[in-house]
């Protein structure tokens, strides 16, 4: 195995091992936020028409736990090991910054899909969700879990302590995933806060991901698209320049 | 021949302080090297910067010939380290924790090394334990094999003895120079000198991020111009003419220095002018620790003086 795999490996093995916290905690939250939400709002609430409001919700709840959970797969294990300082063995090896990139980035996105597609695989079985387009169903959930994947190298590598990651997951990506469309469509928003949501990139993770199922969406599923390569190429030039400079990590 | 590890020049800056100033060093293949220092004096610092684990302000650091920063994968190749600190990955078991750091340097079928490694460091009965459930001198071990992984032809330990028993510090040892005699370069730091006495030939010491002293042990031992002899005599007797050359004295025991052995029949005349009976006599070899305490003393002198 060459470097790369080995640390992609190392990585995902060490979600795994630890699986009830990492995969199957955010599963279940999320089905009870699904079925909680569903009860009390069913009858009141219709986002788009001819679908009911438990369906509407589906893509939105498991592309939210997709998000949360590949932000926090790189960000935690980098916390971990800096906090702990067995990063050192990382950095003692020939591995290039690309390397570490993208097997951190990978692991996210793997963990994100293998919730993200618990959460699909159980709510299906409940509810009758279109389908209507597997390829973008797929290309929102891999840019959004890469993109919160490299965020959150960012987030683990500038964290000295946890608290401070809890910090920006509760006080940034949180905020910024409920408000982003998850359990509502911006169509329904007064002007002021439609206009601020366009500025939330994970608008357009949920927005983009809702068009697979249900072929309607706020934006064109092009321009979302559009604006999450670029961030992900912002984010990812500037984890790469953090990994390259050593900031933080190679004093 | 290429040397092992090449320092030209070395600056290190943190803000205002200067870690490092200007280290130039040259280590050969095959050698064992110790560097030795005060707490702060740089020590782990330069070893950082050798590993790529810090980055030097200027300068330039070579490892087998390879650049550590524009040749970093061959420089790292070519290198083991053992760090100070117990750091270890809580995730993993021994045997998993050097299965990934020898995938990280890209090696396939390496699971024959690490039983060897894993046999010497007498680690066999823990393999398969989790990290976390280690004692700390067990986690030692694991950090010493886990620099070994690769088999770099260079290796250096920083202070792999601290807070390790007898036992382990003997065993480690042992493993260590075999590595040497099998051509592998060592370099260590420690802060127990008669280690660095017994098993290295060369010395560098750093004080304040500058190297103050570099030479073989041999050298630096004998070029110090003071022996040592300790005296016990009958009570209470020992003559006037060698008041003067006391430096302690203790319940009829005395430590007198000289600076040559020629003096040494001074003494004995001067005891037999005085009648004195030696009840016991013995010469002080100069050691490392001397020669270390002595040259941090004249470094600090110098200094003050000069300031």
């Given at each position: 195995m060459n470097g790369f795999l080995t640390l992609l490996y190392k990585e995902l093995l060490r979600f795994w091992k630890v699986g009830l916290q990492t995969v199957f905690a955010p599963m279940l939250s999320t089905l009870l936020y699904l079925l909680i939400f569903s009860h009390a709002l069913e009858e009141r609430m219709q986002a788009y028409p001819g679908i009911t409001y438990t369906v509407f919700l589906i893509p939105g709840l498991v592309i939210m736990a997709m998000l949360q959970n590949a932000f926090a797969n790189s960000s935690s294990s980098l916390i971990q090991s800096t906090v702990s300082g067995n990063h050192i063995f990382m950095l003692l090896s020939p591995l290039s910054c690309q390397e570490i990139f993208t097997a951190y980035v990978l692991a996210s996105v793997v963990r994100g899909l293998v919730v993200g597609l618990g959460i699909y695989g159980v709510a299906v079985g409940f509810y009758e969700l279109p389908l209507y387009s597997f390829a973008w169903v797929f290309v929102f959930a891999l840019m959004g879990t890469a993109l919160l994947g490299a965020i959150g190298i960012i987030a683990g590598i500038w964290a000295e302590k946890f608290e401070q990651l809890a910090a920006l997951q509760n006080f940034v990506i949180l905020p910024l995933t409920f408000l982003s469309g998850t359990f509502y469509t911006i169509s329904s928003l007064p002007p002021f806060w439609r206009g601020l949501s366009y500025l939330n990139p994970f608008f357009y993770m949920v927005d983009g991901f809702r068009y697979g199922f249900f072929r309607s969406s706020d934006v064109s599923p092009y321009l979302s698209l559009g604006i999450l390569m670029a961030c992900f190429l912002a984010v990812s030039w500037g984890t790469l320049r953090m990994l390259k400079t050593g900031y933080k990590i190679r004093k | 021949m290429t040397s092992a590890i090449e320092i030209r020049q070395v600056h290190k800056r943190f803000g205002p302080l200067y870690a490092l100033c200007g280290v130039d060093l040259e280590i050969n293949a095959g050698e064992f090297f110790a560097l030795l220092g005060p707490n702060g004096a740089g020590k782990t610092t330069l070893i950082n910067i050798i590993a790529?684990?810090?980055?030097?302000?200027?300068?330039?650091?070579?490892?087998?010939?390879?650049?550590?920063?524009?040749?970093?994968?061959?420089?790292?190749?070519?290198?083991?380290?053992?760090?100070?600190?117990?750091?270890?990955?809580?995730?993993?078991?021994?045997?998993?924790?050097?299965?990934?750091?020898?995938?990280?340097?890209?090696?396939?079928?390496?699971?024959?090394?690490?039983?060897?490694?894993?046999?010497?460091?007498?680690?066999?009965?823990?393999?398969?334990?989790?990290?976390?459930?280690?004692?700390?001198?067990?986690?030692?071990?694991?950090?010493?094999?886990?620099?070994?992984?690769?088999?770099?032809?260079?290796?250096?330990?920083?202070?792999?003895?601290?807070?390790?028993?007898?036992?382990?510090?003997?065993?480690?040892?042992?493993?260590?120079?075999?590595?040497?005699?099998?051509?592998?370069?060592?370099?260590?730091?420690?802060?127990?000198?008669?280690?660095?006495?017994?098993?290295?030939?060369?010395?560098?010491?750093?004080?304040?991020?500058?190297?103050?002293?570099?030479?073989?042990?041999?050298?630096?031992?004998?070029n110090i111009s003071e022996y040592r002899i300790r005296l016990r005599l009958s009570p209470g007797t020992l003559p006037a003419a060698l008041q003067p050359l006391t430096i302690s004295h203790d319940q009829g025991c005395y430590v007198l220095a000289i600076e040559e052995y020629s003096q040494l029949e001074n003494v004995m005349a001067a005891l037999r002018v005085a009648q004195t009976q030696i009840l016991e006599l013995q010469i002080l070899q100069p050691d490392l620790e001397e020669v270390f305490v002595k040259i941090m003393h004249d470094a600090e002198s110098l200094e003050s003086a000069s300031a």
């Open positions: - | 790529g684990l810090a980055l030097a302000s200027s300068g330039s650091v070579r490892v087998m010939g390879h650049d550590v920063v524009t040749g970093y994968r061959e420089a790292r190749s070519m290198l083991g380290v053992v760090p100070q600190e117990l750091v270890f990955d809580p995730f993993f078991t021994v045997r998993e924790t050097l299965v990934f750091q020898s995938g990280y340097y890209g090696l396939k079928k390496n699971n024959s090394w690490i039983d060897e490694i894993i046999h010497h460091l007498d680690l066999a009965d823990k393999a398969d334990t989790n990290m976390r459930s280690l004692s700390g001198g067990m986690k030692r071990r694991v950090l010493v094999a886990q620099a070994l992984v690769h088999k770099p032809p260079v290796i250096v330990l920083d202070e792999p003895t601290a807070g390790v028993d007898v036992e382990l510090r003997q065993s480690l040892w042992r493993f260590i120079r075999q590595l040497n005699r099998n051509g592998h370069t060592v370099v260590l730091t420690t802060h127990y000198l008669e280690e660095a006495e017994a098993l290295c030939d060369r010395v560098a010491m750093l004080k304040k991020g500058s190297i103050c002293v570099l030479d073989s042990i041999r050298n630096l031992v004998s």
